[in-house]
């Protein structure tokens, strides 16, 4: 009753520790995510202030263009005016110097120049078009209609004859050529090679609280509990003035978590009075202090049957219960030295470990067989080199 009662008290102390710590946790992680919030903000910001940037830069680049278009079409009205101006001279000079078909030539030479200047001036997209399209229209009071565009085919009569430019266009034109459509079957086919593949059995599971997110290799998805080959041997010595007078003796397993794995690394044997059959332990406030102080995680017990074999009475089987609740992986360690052997049990996780939690009865009862409550531990890895450090508080 009383390794029940000092069960029931470490299920309390752990359970809070692992509430602070959960406290903690959260904190830590609130505290994580303001800063991620902070920093999301000033991403933001830099963001926003980036597209401002870029759209006062847009602004400022559309502004010179429609300022160097409408300097364009202020030379080109100018130069228009000049060249009318100067071919109706030449015309009447040559006229009257050479003849009216020399006259004739020389007027339709200025209007190919103008046509010329007019057609190499295309208007920009955007802002600018309104005011391009308002000086063509000027130019067209003295010139008649508007050039054509690109996408304007002009009639043959209105193609420039040999000796201008390729591509250019005197006014007039106004047959629209129909939009181009682009082959399809050159469009790539994608025949689903290229989507990557996804490999879903690498995915990480998780357990219980103190897991790390890989997957565990056992049969029940428990991390393993790395035990030193020389542990027992520790014990059964420490134990043996009490295995003489016939007297059980108990000690707490306490370790560390490293690299998803469990290793015992103290043997914590507490002030403790037994018989033959039961081990009760007292002051257990210096076993959790001495926990605290060496950051140990409580990974099972031991003890030992100084006359019988080593097996799990009843009573076992319900203090082991409490570790196993608080702790998945907790084994619990039975020595029967005068038979040479050890157990390493735990109950089953599922039927044995959920009808253990609901028994009622206290003391030394019977439990069915069938299915098995309880079996040797799985998890467990016996490995020698291991420091197992031993605090002996009964002196």
Known sequence: MEAFKLAEKIKSVLRERFTKEEAIKQESQRKEQEEINKRLQIQLQIEEDKK??????????????????????????EEQERLIAGGGVGVAAAGTAVGP?????????????????????????????????????????HLGPPPAYS??????????????????YL???????????????????????EIPSVDRSNKPSVDHFTSTGIESTNKFGLKDVIVSTDLVEKFILLAAK????NTETCAILAG???????????LIVPKQTGTPDSCSTTNEEEVFDYQDN?????????????????????????THCSYQLMMPEAIAIVCAPKFDETGI????????????????????HPHPKDPPIYDECSHVKLISGIKVTVADMRS
């Open 52 to 77: 401002r940037i870029e759209s006062e830069n847009r602004k400022a680049e559309d502004e010179r263009k429609k300022l160097e278009e409408e300097e364009k079409l202020r030379k080109l009205k």
């Open 101 to 141: 078909a020399a006259g004739i030539a020389a007027g339709i030479g200025s209007v190919n120049s103008i046509s010329d200047s007019i057609s190499e001036v295309t208007p920009s997209p955007g802002p600018s078009l309104d005011i391009g399209q308002t000086g063509i229209d000027q130019i067209s009071n």
């Open 151 to 168: 996408h304007v085919t002009p009639p043959e009569s209105h193609i420039i004859p040999p000796g201008g430019t390729s591509g250019q």
């Open 171 to 193: 006014p007039g034109a106004t047959k629209v050529l129909p939009p181009v459509i682009p082959n399809r079957d050159l469009k790539p086919v994608n025949t689903g090679s």
């Open 242 to 245: 009490n295995t003489r007078a």
């Open 256 to 266: 560390k978590l490293s690299k998803n794995q469990f290793t015992i690394t103290h």
């Open 294 to 318: 060496h950051d140990l995680i409580t990974l099972g017990w031991i003890h030992t049957h100084p006359s019988q074999t080593a097996f799990m009475s009843s009573v076992d089987l319900h």
């Open 345 to 364: 049990f735990g109950l089953l996780p599922g039927y044995g470990l959920n009808f253990i939690a609901n028994c009622k009865q206290s003391g030394f």
